[in-house]
């Protein structure tokens, strides 16, 4: 029983990452979004508004150095999607940048 339960936890610790991995959440929404790497001017001629990636990209062009984007999500209002990306500034400070989506 101790020789199992050794091993048990031998075989957990080489399979525990050595170090923590950072959350990139770009890289998450790259792979949730296929559009993400969309050409503006095909998504723009297909529809009446931006995406999530799109207005997360738009978004990401204007970041200034240090800023990060931390959270992505589309809400409904008043029958549109409204994109809510969220900002981690330089200082600590989070903003949140709201960008007008597709009609319902």
Do not use: C, W
Request: hydrophobic share 45%; charged share 30%; glycine share 6%.
């Amino acid at each position: 029983m101790r020789i199992s339960l050794a091993l048990l936890l031998l075989a957990a610790a080489a399979l525990a990452p050595s170090r923590a991995v950072a959350f990139d959440l770009e890289e998450n929404l790259k792979a949730l979004h296929v559009q993400y790497e969309a050409a503006p001017e095909l998504a723009v001629a297909q529809r009446d508004g931006m995406s999530l990636s799109e207005a997360t990209a738009m978004v990401r062009r204007s970041l200034q150095s240090g800023d990060r984007i931390v959270g992505a999500e589309t809400k409904v209002q008043g029958g549109r999607e409204v994109h809510h990306i969220k900002i981690l500034r330089k200082d600590g400070r989070v903003q949140i940048r709201r960008v007008n989506g597709r009609r319902r």
